[in-house]
């Protein structure tokens, strides 16, 4: 019983030594300030977190959400220019029907664009916000998880680090210690 304690702290051992040397040359060449944020005492802590393969999970379930969520924004963007380009050519085919004048007909295709125009600014700007709002979701949910370096927040160096962290983890999930 003993015996076996032993062979299971030597791989844990093992296991904790390949991850923090793999998360060391991960950081290497990250920049002064960054290497600042992700300190060889983060990368210890980082390494004894993945241990426990639910961060692997955790990450994993946090990239599939966000892939979901930036695909069906990229599909309201899509489905918003192609009513906008739809808008637009139902336009032009009414103005060439039109007996209006063409300065009156410039006026009501630069409306429209402008319209289009502030329409699609809104909607980035919607999207711009929901990924703010995903960033603190994944913050909060990894602080809960106990993964150290991550916590909410909107400082720029912060969220690069974590940024980095993430991709830490990223790749070590696909190594696999000996």
Not at 27 to 37: D, G, I, M, N, V
């Amino acid at each position: 019983m003993e015996e076996t304690c032993n062979v299971d702290q030597e791989a844990l051992q093992r296991k904790l030594d390949f991850y923090l040397n793999k998360l060391r040359l991960l950081a290497k060449p990250l920049s002064a300030e960054l290497r600042q944020k992700i300190s060889d005492e983060l990368l210890a802590r980082l390494a004894l977190s993945l241990l426990n393969e639910t961060v692997f999970a955790i990450v994993n379930g946090l990239m599939e959400i966000q892939h979901v969520t930036e695909s069906q924004l990229e599909q309201q963007r899509m489905a918003l220019t192609k009513q906008h380009r739809f808008e637009k050519a139902r336009l032009v085919q009414a103005l060439k029907e039109s007996s209006e004048s063409s300065e009156i007909r410039k006026r009501r295709m630069d409306e429209l664009e402008q319209n289009h125009s502030e329409a699609l600014k809104e909607l980035d700007i919607s999207i711009i916000g929901q990924f703010d709002h995903k960033v603190a979701d994944q913050q909060c949910t990894l602080e809960l998880a106990g993964v150290p370096g991550f916590f909410v927040t909107t400082n720029p160096v912060d969220v690069q680090a974590q940024m980095h962290l993430l991709d830490f983890i990223i790749q070590l999930s696909v190594l696999k210690p000996n």
